[in-house]
């Protein structure tokens, strides 16, 4: 879907630059890479950085950045998505239960479906379109970063370190710490999650929580679908401030 909006907007001057977050590396993003067959720069981010400078704490997020290098809007939920009606999950046959709850609650999440008009309206104006930010609009909206959140962006990048090295149990207690100083980031604690458990295959990696059976091999004080369901689906993305 990304790539298709950016046939539609590359025309009038927008460039869509897509990252995929993952300390597992360039091969973990490649196949989705590669089915989506983009035309616009497709980076791999396996330190952390976009949460370093932009403060992507979730995924979709965007950022708007301007022909001269100004952000225009900080992060925000960013879903390529159109609007829709939303429809009741149904259980897909063959899938683990536990997977299947994961898919129920993820399909309560609330995606604004106004991304797409306000992408397309800056593509029209430009610096005089009405969601265009003023760099004291931008700094007001940012997330604020005090002393945790900066500790806990130390604890995630020594993490991916350690994971890049082959120290798993290394790179667990670091991202223990990064949970507990920044909870909101949860680039942070859904890259601690997809791997947790290495030799459970893809189905571990999108399940992100302990494997039936295996439950006392989970490393974490939480998991995906039990924060989700603790908080409410509906508060899992901040709304669109317009």
């Known amino acids: 879907m990304w790539q298709a909006l950016r046939t539609e907007l590359h025309p009038r001057g927008i460039e869509i630059v897509t990252v995929g977050i993952d300390a597992a590396g360039a091969e973990a993003c490649r196949p989705f890479i590669e089915a989506a067959h983009p035309e616009h720069p497709s980076l791999v981010d396996t330190t952390h950085r976009m949460s370093e400078l932009f403060g992507v704490i979730n995924i979709p997020n965007g950022v708007w950045i301007d022909e001269h290098g100004v952000i225009t809007r900080p992060v925000e939920q960013a879903s390529p998505h159109p609007p829709s009606d939303a429809r009741p999950f149904q259980p897909i046959e063959g899938l683990p239960g536990r ?50 959140n900066a500790e806990g962006q130390a604890h995630l990048e020594l993490g991916a370190a350690l994971w890049a090295r082959g120290d798993q149990r290394g790179a667990e207690r670091h991202w223990r710490e990064a949970h507990r100083l920044d909870p909101m ?17 893809d189905f571990a990696r999108y399940l992100q929580g302990p494997l039936p059976g295996r439950e006392d091999e989970w490393p974490y004080e939480t998991d995906w679908l039990s924060e989700v369901r603790g908080f409410g689906a509906e508060h899992y993305y901040p709304p669109i401030q317009t």
Request: charged share 35%; glycine share 8%.
């Open 185 to 201: 980031n949860f680039t942070a604690k859904r890259q601690a999650w997809s791997l947790a458990v290495p030799d459970g295959g």
């Open 99 to 148: 997977m299947n709850e994961v898919l129920d609650e993820a399909s309560r999440i609330q995606v604004d479906g106004r991304y797409l008009e306000m992408l397309r309206d800056w593509a029209e104006h430009g610096a005089e379109s009405r969601y265009a930010l003023d760099p004291n609009e931008v700094v007001e909206r940012s997330r604020p970063r005090d002393s945790g």
